[in-house]
């Protein structure tokens, strides 16, 4: 089945700058990849995703990369907040299944 | 605006014992997930159901039965509660499969 690894366990960066996630993938006929938030003690939530037909996509701050031939993607949080800090899940969709990453922990440092 | 609500909160049980766990949602969404969060891990799909009366199993689906009795409900039932799956359950909604989801708030296990 699809697998998805999520390069960065941790990742700390100062107020301000960028932030990148990284996320491989397996299953070549996986063409959705959303990214979910997950605050300390809370539930998740969804923040961006890009699906197989486009390799760029920007929701204010957020902008995810998509490229097919590595079968690879990426969220980059731009001028980072504190209220960035969270744990970020990548996902894969295809035939019919939603694989997780294991999250990343995003520390905003001051 | 919609909400996930899941019940229980909190659920303890003995190991060996038969627990359920409920999740109702007020999207109107066809999709329905579960899946559970182990400590400091991702998550991984138990069981989700396309539409009423439909079930599909996950990776992780032995040890679990699912039930869609309604559009809007989706429970899920550990058949023999076992230590080492002590987690967070956390069922979601979406409008079709391959659209975004809206996840609940958690039920926490802990087996005894």
């Known amino acids: 089945g699809e697998k998805v690894e999520q390069h960065e366990s941790t990742l700390s960066v100062r107020e301000g700058d960028s932030a990148v996630i990284n996320c491989t993938y397996t299953?070549?006929?996986?063409?959705?990849f959303p990214w979910y938030k997950q605050e300390a003690g809370k539930s998740l939530h969804f923040v961006i995703d890009?699906?197989?037909?486009?390799d760029r996509k920007q929701s204010q701050r957020l902008i995810v990369l998509l490229d097919k031939k590595a079968k690879r993607f990426s969220l980059h949080i731009t001028a980072t907040q504190p209220e960035d800090s969270a744990i970020y899940f990548c996902?894969?969709?295809?035939?019919?299944?939603?694989?997780f990453g294991a999250g990343t922990k995003l520390t905003i440092k001051p | 605006g919609g909400i996930i609500t899941q019940t229980p909160k909190f659920l303890i049980g003995q190991e060996g014992q038969k627990l359920t766990l409920k999740c109702q949602q007020n999207?109107?969404?066809?999709?329905m997930y579960w899946y559970r969060q182990d400590s400091g891990k991702g998550l991984r799909l138990i069981y989700y159901?396309?539409?009423?009366?439909?079930?599909q199993k996950g990776d992780l689906s032995e040890g679990y039965d699912a039930s869609r009795e309604k559009k809007s409900s989706f429970s899920l039932t550990v058949t023999s509660a076992q230590k080492n799956e002590m987690a967070v359950f956390l069922c979601?909604?979406?409008?079709?499969?391959?659209?975004?989801?809206?996840f609940g708030p958690g039920t926490r296990l802990t087996v005894l």
């Open positions: 890009i699906r197989s037909n486009v």
């Open positions: 999207f109107n969404h066809d999709t």
């Open positions: 979601a909604s979406s409008i079709w499969t391959g659209y975004e989801q809206y």
């Open positions: 159901s396309i539409t009423e009366n439909d079930l």
């Open positions: 996902a894969s969709y295809g035939n019919e299944k939603i694989t």
């Open positions: 299953d070549t006929a996986s063409s959705y």
